[in-house]
């Protein structure tokens, strides 16, 4: 089992793949590591040896924000957005979508699903 920057890559997928794991680094982030690191992207992780695993850890920690950090960092421009009260940080806050899409429909992973209580009795008095 191979850990890199806190998660555990798949041992069964090619290196080129299971980079993608990490958050932070995408198809093309990964292709490039492995250019750097002189890694054949095609190896599965599981014929890794030690030597070519420092080498990936090593360019990970020089060269890219990756995982925790970067999380981090994202939170806190969003907080500042809010804070400044900016239209971003305002939609944040409300927990509508901030890049202009429509909001009459089509925007349920947001604002969440309706809840009507069309054709809900009350109960009888007694």
């Known amino acids: 089992m191979v850990r890199i920057a806190g998660v555990d890559l798949p041992k069964h997928k090619r290196i080129e793949i299971a980079l993608t794991y ?5 198809l093309y982030r990964s292709k490039l590591l492995l250019q750097k690191t002189h890694i054949n992207p095609d190896t599965s992780v599981k014929d890794l040896d030690d030597n070519e695993i ?12 990756i995982e925790g950090d970067l999380k981090r960092l994202e939170s806190i421009n969003i907080k500042r957005l809010m ?18 899409q429509r909001t ?23």
């Not at 420092?54 to 924000?65: D, G």
């Not at 804070?83 to 202009?100: A, D, F, M, V």
């Not at 009459?104 to 009350?122: L, P, S, V």
């Open 54 to 65: 420092t080498k990936i850890r090593n360019t990970l920690a020089e060269k890219y924000v």
């Open 22 to 26: 990490i958050y932070g680094i995408g």
């Open 104 to 126: 009459r429909t089509n925007a349920r992973t947001r604002r969440g699903t309706k809840k009507t209580m069309a054709g809900k009795k009350k109960a009888p008095k007694k």
């Open 83 to 100: 804070e400044i009260n900016s239209y971003k940080g305002k939609r944040h806050r409300t927990g509508l979508p901030l890049r202009g």
